[in-house]
């Protein structure tokens, strides 16, 4: 059984980086068959996809987000991680890792981890 | 960010039948993208509920269902349980966004 688990930082300061890391068990994150994504839900609003690694460390981001996202790979721990650079009070949000699964022509997300909340505030 | 729309509440009582609409556009569910449900619980992983438009992964009880026409599709709880208070969120792929889009999110009340 494939699982997700969030681990980083509750608080980060204003104009600071979020940095948070999805230590993943039951699969081989480097395996090539899977997509491994970022997914936030900010206070009262909803679901919004950040970005995701796959093979060979490439990447997709959020339009919105990309100049300020960087997501990879560390395939000896089995992890893949989330910087999110400038943050504001418009960045406090629950972080979910996913993996992300495709069979060419459409794309979901399962599993999910448990979700990190990480508060922007000095 | 969300250009799916979905209300937000729903309810019913225990027994009773709930669907949930997800509306989009053109450049999503309208051009042929599927539609995926989750289930969101407080304090819990979210939870593939349905995916490719109408297809329950093992485990997904057969109340929950799956349908999708035009820019539009629906989740529908049948013999609604207490248990399925949650919020629930479709999901899709944009052209003009350029990556992967959610719903407004919908709250399902049992009364």
């Known amino acids: 059984q494939v699982q997700l688990q969030e681990s980083g930082p509750g608080l980060v300061k204003p104009s600071q980086t979020l940095s948070l890391t999805c230590t993943v068990s039951?699969?081989?994150?480097?395996?090539?068959?899977?997509?491994w994504s970022w997914i936030r839900q900010s206070a009262g609003k909803g679901l919004e996809w950040i970005g995701r690694v796959y093979t060979r460390g490439y990447t997709n981001y959020n339009p919105s987000l990309k100049s300020r996202v960087t997501i990879s790979f560390d395939t000896s721990k089995n992890q893949f991680s989330l910087k999110l650079t400038s943050v504001t009070a418009a960045d406090t949000a629950f972080y979910y890792c996913?993996?992300?699964?495709?069979?060419?022509?459409?794309?979901?997300?399962?599993?999910w981890g448990q979700g990190s909340l990480v508060t922007v505030s000095s | 960010q969300s250009v799916l729309t979905q209300p937000p509440s729903v309810s019913g009582a225990p027994g009773q039948t709930v669907t949930i609409s997800c509306t989009g556009s053109s450049s999503n569910i309208g051009a042929g993208y599927d539609v995926h449900w989750y289930q969101l619980l407080p304090g819990t992983a979210p939870k593939l509920l349905i995916q490719g438009n109408s297809n329950r992964p093992s485990g997904v009880p057969d109340r929950f269902s799956g349908s999708k026409s035009g820019i539009s599709a629906s989740l529908a709880i049948t013999g609604l349980q207490a248990e399925d208070e949650a919020d629930y969120y479709c999901q899709s792929y944009d052209s003009s966004l350029r990556g992967y889009v959610f719903g407004t999110g919908t709250k399902v009340t049992v009364l």
């Open positions: 996913a993996r992300g699964v495709t069979t060419g022509t459409t794309y979901w997300f399962d599993p």
């Open positions: 039951g699969a081989s994150i480097s395996s090539g068959t899977y997509y």
